[in-house]
């Protein structure tokens, strides 16, 4: 076996371990006006809150469709084959439609409050998460709908007091 003749065969045949372990580098690229548009309609409170909205009541669907379907009649042993399963059919539809209207209104308001909040504080942080879950609390455990709307319009007239005054 011959030897190399020059440095520079013996460089190209053995890599040595430092060249291997560096990771390549690269350069950074700037977003297209189609990424940064995208990002603009997903900067928009009202996108973001039909956006969880819908998600939320997909999850509660499927959660209501499940817990449904556990559901079991009282009267069991008194019920024909076809009487439990139209039983478990009505349980599962509304306990899905149910559960569908409540984790909506879960995602609506929650985003909503959140997004509101972070623009009026012009922060992303942990506060805007505790607020908006202070206010969707309250909101999920108001009875009526007067009682409701009294209580988000003190909730947000506290709300901006406190961020004016003492988070800004």
């Known amino acids: 076996m011959a030897a190399p003749n020059s440095e520079k065969e013996l460089k190209t045949e053995v890599p040595s371990s430092h060249e291997a372990e560096q990771p390549q580098i690269q350069a950074i690229r700037m977003p297209s006006m189609e990424e940064i548009r995208a990002q603009e309609v997903w900067n928009n409170c009202a996108v973001r809150s039909v956006a969880s909205g819908v998600m939320g009541g997909g999850l509660g669907f499927m959660m209501g469709m499940f817990l449904g379907a556990l559901d079991n009649p009282i009267m069991q042993d008194q019920m024909s084959g076809k009487q439990q399963l139209l ?43 505790v607020v908006a879950g202070c206010v969707t609390g309250g909101t999920m455990s108001a009875k009526g709908i007067y009682f409701l709307l009294l209580f988000l319009l003190l909730l947000v007239m506290v709300s901006m007091i406190l961020v004016r005054s003492f988070l800004m």
Request: proline fraction near 0%; include cysteine.
């Open 87 to 129: 039983y478990n059919l009505k349980q599962m539809g509304s306990r899905s439609w149910s559960s569908a209207k409540t984790f909506a209104v879960m995602g609506v308001v929650f985003s909503a409050v959140e997004c509101v909040v972070e623009k009026a504080r012009a922060k992303h942080d942990t506060t805007n998460t």
